[in-house]
């Protein structure tokens, strides 16, 4: 079974801190994602990486960076935490459909962090 | 971009009903996989269904692709299925598109 672990399920941070969502994942999958979720507004696409050291903006990267310097692991940085990023962050990964075919679009999730920002 | 659209948004079922759930996207995909997300926030795979049905035990569902809509059929309601569920599809380079997803509550 794929598995996909985050570093903590909650977390409690203050205004103005540097935080650091990490996320591992064991099935040498190509493809990294960070999503963030909120009421009302469903899951959006962060950043994503398809390679060691590559990524993509998604949808809303401002107040975000990623890191990823080894396949199996993504990290989020939030250079300077804002109360507007009080969420529940996701990380998934996936095959390459590019390697993979159809499968590698198939996305696993980990088990997610709250994040509070006070 | 693609629109993802659910219905419908809040369901109450007693245990050991059936029911539909409906995922509607405005195109054509690669993808389209349904998760459920129980009350601790994690998603769980339940299919990756680009065409054609699948089923796992109490829970099938069906995409015709040409008609741009899948179909998640729960039988059997069970308390432990209550949480949200997500139709999510591809939206261009692996990303997933994600529908505002059903709420269901099964009550004992």
């Known amino acids: 079974d794929v598995k996909v672990t985050q570093s903590s399920r909650y977390l409690v941070k203050r205004t103005g801190e540097k935080v650091f969502l990490e996320c591992v994942q064991d099935m040498d999958h190509e493809n990294m994602f960070w999503y963030r979720q909120d009421p009302g507004l469903g899951l959006r696409l962060i950043y994503f990486s398809y390679d060691v050291k590559m990524k993509e903006k998604g949808d809303i990267p401002e107040g975000y960076s990623v890191s990823r310097e080894k396949k199996e692991r993504f990290s989020l940085i939030l250079e300077s935490a804002s109360t507007n990023q009080t969420s529940m962050y996701l990380c998934?990964?996936?095959?390459?459909?590019?390697?993979?075919?159809?499968?590698?679009?198939?996305?696993?999730f980990g088990p997610g962090t709250r994040l509070t920002v006070l | 971009g693609i629109q993802v659209e659910q219905s419908p948004p809040d369901l109450i079922l007693q245990e050991g009903a059936n029911s539909t759930l409906r995922c509607n996207f405005s195109d054509s995909v690669n993808n389209l996989q349904w998760f459920h997300q129980n009350p601790w926030g994690q998603l769980i795979n339940l299919f990756y269904?680009?065409?054609g049905t699948k089923q796992n035990g109490r829970l099938s569902a069906t995409t015709v692709a040409t008609e741009r809509y899948s179909l998640l059929y729960i039988s059997s309601s069970q308390t432990t299925d209550s949480g949200v569920y997500f139709c999510?599809?591809?939206?261009?380079?692996?990303?997933?598109?994600f529908g505002a997803g059903t709420r269901l509550a099964v009550h004992p």
């Open positions: 999510a599809v591809e939206g261009g380079y692996n990303k997933l598109i």
């Open positions: 998934a990964s996936s095959l390459s459909p590019q390697i993979s075919g159809f499968r590698g679009y198939e996305q696993f």
């Open positions: 269904i680009p065409s």
